[in-house]
T-cell receptor, first 111, second 115 residues
Framework: SQKIEQNSEALNIQEGKTATLTCNYTNYSPAYLQWYRQDPGRGPVFLLLIRENEKEKRKERLKVTFDTTLKQSLFHITASQPADSATYLC??????????FGGGTRLMVKP | KAGVTQTPRYLIKTRGQQVTLSCSPISGHRSVSWYQQTPGQGLQFLFEYFSETQRNKGNFPGRFSGRQFSNSRSEMNVSTLELGDSALYLCASVLTGGSLYNEQFFGPGTRLTVL
């Protein structure tokens, strides 16, 4: 069966450091992978989309990599700030044309 | 441009009742998807509507249904509520063209509590 796995344990890092979050998938051949941010009590907010032929994509302090051989995407936040504290979700379009989300990883950036 | 709006924001119902939730997408967006989010199961796809037609459906029982109107506004209905239906229900719209590969714009959600 198709699975998307994100580290369910919270990631705690110090302000100014780089946060790296992982998204692993099985039994998918995705053409695209998306990353979203979700704050408590709010809907997810789209951050980045990366295509299978794009190994890396950047947007300001964010960087996403996509390794279709490893079936993994890494999401990096450089120079992290307390305001970056949130849950980060990755999402793939599955064979049934449904957008499927990973369980999300909660990031806590301490000042 | 106004974002996705959902009403009501909070709802308390009892088992066996039914509920209707409403979603107004961003102007010009014709695709609306619904998701259920719970602490245990995460964010799960319910269904997607495009131009008043259901295009995709997730793995939920028939008690969950939806519809879309000609102005792209959408409603979802849950009948015979169960305790396990307590969740945050999120609606998302996609820019015209309606591909789910595109950025999903989410609303704030409706928090449903079933007692």
């Amino acid at each position: 069966s198709q699975k998307i796995e994100q580290n369910s344990e919270a990631l705690n890092i110090q302000e100014g450091k780089t946060a790296t979050l992982t998204c692993n998938y099985t039994n998918y051949s995705p053409a695209y992978l998306q990353w979203y941010r979700q704050d408590p009590g709010r809907g997810p907010v789209f951050l980045l989309l990366i295509r299978e032929n794009e190994k890396e994509k950047r947007k300001e302090r964010l960087k996403v990599t996509f390794d279709t051989t490893l079936k993994q995407s890494l999401f990096h936040i450089t120079a992290s700030q307390p305001a970056d504290s949130a849950t980060y979700l990755c999402a793939l379009l599955n064979a049934g044309n449904m957008l499927t989300f990973g369980g999300g990883t909660r990031l806590m950036v301490k000042p | 441009k106004a974002g996705v709006t959902q009403t009501p924001r909070y709802l308390i119902k009892t088992r066996g009742q039914q509920v209707t939730l409403s979603c107004s997408p961003i102007s010009g967006h014709r695709s609306v998807s619904w998701y259920q989010q719970t602490p245990g199961q995460g964010l799960q796809f319910l269904f997607e509507y495009f131009s008043e037609t259901q295009r995709n459906k997730g793995n939920f029982p028939g008690r969950f249904s939806g519809r879309q109107f000609s102005n792209s506004r959408s409603e979802m209905n849950v009948s015979t509520l169960e305790l396990g239906d307590s969740a945050l229900y999120l609606c998302a719209s996609v820019l015209t063209g309606g591909s789910l590969y595109n950025e999903q714009f989410f609303g704030p959600g409706t928090r449903l509590t079933v007692l």
